[in-house]
């Protein structure tokens, strides 16, 4: 074999390698990714029930009801639908009525977000992407035009 022959062997299994591992990579996360949905997407059935997403929006206002064992149910929505959502656990000390919220979870059968997670804005100014997009499509949005370049820029750090 030439030396350009060898030269082009490892080359090709080289890059074989590279793509076995590409390959073994990418399975792997495909089940630890998880999507962001907007009460309206999940209202319009496009969530099938038991899929693994994230929900964000503002929290209905006199919706949260604070159950026994640090159970709490509430709705979340984005000013065209509402998802209720059933948590159990401890809320972060931000979590109030009209605030912004990101739940992660599955969607049940009956339609009840039941989330392991939720999330809470840390302070007036920041908005995640997701939510401020959901929230300015449907005319919900509450800052001003000229913070919101502010809010999307704190939420890609």
């Known amino acids: 074999m030439t030396r350009k ?5 490892v080359i090709g299994t ?7 591992a590409l390959g073994l990579a990418l399975n792997a996360m495909r089940d630890t990714i998880v ?6 997407e ?45 948590y159990r656990g401890l809320l972060p000390d931000l979590f109030r009525e009209g605030q912004g919220v990101v739940t992660e979870g599955t969607l049940s059968t009956s ?5 392991d997670t ?4 840390h302070d007036e100014s920041y908005m995640p992407r997701e939510v401020a997009d959901a929230l300015k499509s449907q005319g919900r949005w509450k800052g001003s ?4 370049p502010a809010q999307l820029r704190q939420a890609t750090q």
């Open 118 to 121: 939720v999330l809470a804005r």
């Open 42 to 86: 999940v209202a319009a059935a496009t969530v099938p029930p038991g899929k693994r997403f994230r929900l964000g929006g503002l929290v209905d206002a006199n919706s949260v009801k604070r159950g026994p064992d640090q159970t709490v149910e509430f709705s979340v929505g984005d000013g065209a639908s509402s998802v209720p959502v059933r």
């Open 14 to 20: 080289a890059g074989a390698v590279l793509a076995g």
């Open 5 to 9: 022959g060898r030269r082009l062997v």
């Open 111 to 115: 339609g009840v977000f039941v989330a």
């Open 145 to 148: 035009e000229a913070a919101a």
């Open 35 to 40: 999507f962001f949905r907007a009460p309206s």
